[in-house]
Every structure is written in C-alpha cells, then in structure tokens.
C-alpha cells in the first residue's frame, strides 16, 4: 500500500523531509479496525514529530505521520464490538501507533465514531484532532457544563481560528458561553466571527484594555491554543477568582504558579493523546465524545472547519500543507484527499 513517512529530521524546504513509501497492508488484531484512508488533516504534531529525533525503531523505520483520519472500515479484529466492515469512520488515532497518512490504517474502536453522514470524508477529516482537544479541554478538565449551568460565563479562546480555537469556539457556543476569541489579522478574526465568536480581540495588542472595552475586564475561563509562558502572567490578572485556565502546549520554561494563589485559580493540562497513550480505562471517552460531536454536526450546531483541501495524499501535497502549517498562520484546517491510482 502507499503511505507517505519520515526518515530524517529535516526541516519541510527539503524534498527528503516526507517520502513517498510503499509498505505491506497491516492486518487488524483483537480491537483494531482495519480502515481504507479516504481523506487525512495535517496538524501541528505532525510537523513537531516530522522534527524530532530519530527513535532507535525509527533508525532502521520510516515513520508514518497523520493523526486526523476519514475512511471505511474494511474488515476488523476479533474482538471489536463497535463497527462492521463498510462503515464511514473518523478518528485522531494514537501517537504510539502509526499515523494515518498511508491507504490502510490500523486504530482501536475505543477512540473511532461513525463520521457525521451530511459531512463529506474531506470535511469530516478536518475535525477529529482538534474536536477532541477542545472537547477534552472545556468539559473534561475545565469542567464546563454542555446543559447550560455554565451559561453567560465567559471564556477566553487565545488563538480563536487556529484549528483548535475554531472548535472550542463553537463547542463553548454549545455550552452557552460568551466567547471572546483572539485573533490577530482581519482574515482570522472573521473566522472567528464565522465559528460563532460574541467578540474577537487582537492577541498582538495589550488584552486587558481590550476586555474593559467589552466590560469584561476577567473571565472565568481561559483556554489557551498558544504558548503558556508567553501568556502567564497576562492570564493571571485577567482569569477571574475561582476561574480555571486549560494550557495545551507546553512551556518552554518553568512559569511561577503562585500568580494564581490569591484567586484560587486552576490551571489544567490537556493533552488530547493523553488516553490512548496510557491505555486509560475510560479511553473509550473518546469514541463517544466523538459520537457526539458526529451528532451536533448532523443537528448543525457544529460546522466543519476544513478550509482548504489538496488532492491527492502523497509527499509533495503534505510537504506543502506542512510548510502552511508551520508558518503560524493557518486558520480553519487543511485537508488532503484521495490516492492516486
Ligand atoms: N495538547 C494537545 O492535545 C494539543 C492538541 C492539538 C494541538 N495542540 C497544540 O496546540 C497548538 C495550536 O494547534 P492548532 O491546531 O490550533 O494550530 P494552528 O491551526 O496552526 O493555529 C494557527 C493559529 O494560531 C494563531 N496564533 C499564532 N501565533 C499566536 C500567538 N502568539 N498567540 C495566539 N494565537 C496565535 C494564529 O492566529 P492569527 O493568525 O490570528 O495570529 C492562527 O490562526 C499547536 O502548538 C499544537 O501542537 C495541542
């Protein structure tokens, strides 16, 4: 089968950095399905791991990226309870598994749902990744509620059209929040209006004076898309006493906590690999959250945020969304589609 992977750290300018690869179909085992890859996102991951060090199983193997995946199943393992051959799936898979830029990918049912039916497979692959980050990040560890006991409390989305900010825009919207979303060019802060933000303030200007004009000097939450330590200090004055503040990218230095000690403020990670990587429990979470999701896009509450699709899957079009993704300024998600025969 075709599949498209890494050998070297290589920064994206160099043909290398992603190759064209031919690899035996994987076979699926006790709760693995086996899907045929219709249309895959690119994320920032990929582009971190495209530059990270060479494993020791990556010395002598090229590894596979992709962790936003739309396809069908095509037969499944022993064990698996959830899906049948033919069904129309998507998933973000697991980061210890093999990613899903190749024509056959293996994933475990726990963290797949049935694809939202009115979406297309290229709409539907924009989703999965940053739909359960966001989803995770609201009400799993800020504790958000979806039936409207957090209604009227704002919400601060630093990075509102990045691929994550759009769908914690509108998983917030959802939640009857008010939704002040940053965005820093005229292009980003109208998608950010698009996926239903109250108020969009620029990230690249001073936030404080920008949240009095809105008489919304603090919130009581504050999901960060961005860099933590550049926003930690700023966060601490504007998160309200008792708020809760989710980060998921980590820092690059230590950040003093104690800024948040006289608010009793919580400061949360979310890390959306976090259950599949350690096997949790409840890892099957993900398939239901995803089942949801499905489910509010169907009932049009939710909108695909794909914004450009390139065809087909090989190395040339993924070096390209790469690049796009790697220069900060995606807005909405890039998807490619189709193999070539
Ligand atoms: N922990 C997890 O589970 C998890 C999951 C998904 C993603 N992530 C990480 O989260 C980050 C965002 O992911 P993504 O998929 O949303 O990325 P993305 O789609 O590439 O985000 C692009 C957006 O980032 C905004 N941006 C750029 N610099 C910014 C800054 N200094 N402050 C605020 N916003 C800024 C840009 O807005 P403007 O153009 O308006 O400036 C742009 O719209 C990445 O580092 C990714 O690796 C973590």
Redesign the pocket.
């Known amino acids: 089968m075709k599949a498209v992977g890494r050998s070297l750290p290589l920064p994206i300018t160099d043909p290398d950095s992603l190759q064209d690869l031919e690899l035996p179909k994987p076979v699926p085992q006790e709760r693995d399905l086996l899907v045929q890859v219709k249309a895959v996102s690119v994320?920032?991951?990929d582009t971190?791991i495209r530059r990270s060090q060479l494993t020791d199983q990556e010395e002598s193997t090229p590894r596979v990226l992709g962790w936003d995946v739309a396809g069908v199943v095509k037969s499944v393992g022993a064990q698996v309870s959830l899906f049948q051959s033919g069904d129309e799936v998507y998933y973000s898979g697991s980061l210890i598994r093999s990613g899903g830029n190749c024509e056959y990918h293996l994933v475990d049912e726990r963290l797949v749902a049935k694809k939202p039916a009115s979406l297309t497979m290229e709409q539907a692959a924009a989703l999965p990744?940053?739909a359960v980050?966001a989803y995770e990040a609201l009400f799993d560890r800020m504790g958000i509620s979806q039936q409207g006991e957090s209604a009227e409390k704002s919400i601060l989305i630093?990075?509102?059209?990045?691929?994550?900010?759009?769908l914690a825009i509108q998983l917030a919207k959802i939640a009857k929040l008010h939704v002040i979303a940053?965005?820093?060019?005229p292009e980003?802060?109208a998608?950010c209006r698009k996926m239903g933000a109250d108020d969009v303030i620029d990230?690249?200007q001073s936030m404080p004076p920008q949240l009095q004009k809105l008489h919304r000097p603090m919130v009581e939450y504050i999901f960060n898309?961005?860099?933590i330590d550049?926003?930690w200090k700023i966060m601490g004055e504007i998160i309200m006493p008792q708020g809760r503040i989710c980060g998921?990218?980590e820092s690059s230095g230590s950040v003093d906590l104690n800024v948040l000690k006289s608010k009793s403020a919580t400061f949360v990670?979310?890390?959306?690999?976090t259950r599949s990587m350690y096997q949790t429990e409840d890892m099957i979470e993900q398939h239901h959250l995803l089942t949801r999701i499905a489910e509010w896009v169907d009932s049009q509450q939710i909108q695909s945020t794909l914004a450009k699709t390139l065809s087909p899957i090989n190395s040339a079009n993924l070096r390209q969304a790469h690049a796009t993704?790697e220069s900060?300024?995606?807005?909405?998600?890039l998807v490619l589609a189709g193999w070539d025969s």
């Open positions: 994320n920032p991951v971190k990744l940053t980050t630093i990075g509102g059209a990045g691929g994550v900010g759009s940053t965005a820093s060019r980003s802060q998608w990230h690249t898309t961005s860099h550049h926003y998921i990218v990670w979310e890390f959306m690999f993704l900060g300024r995606m807005v909405g998600k």
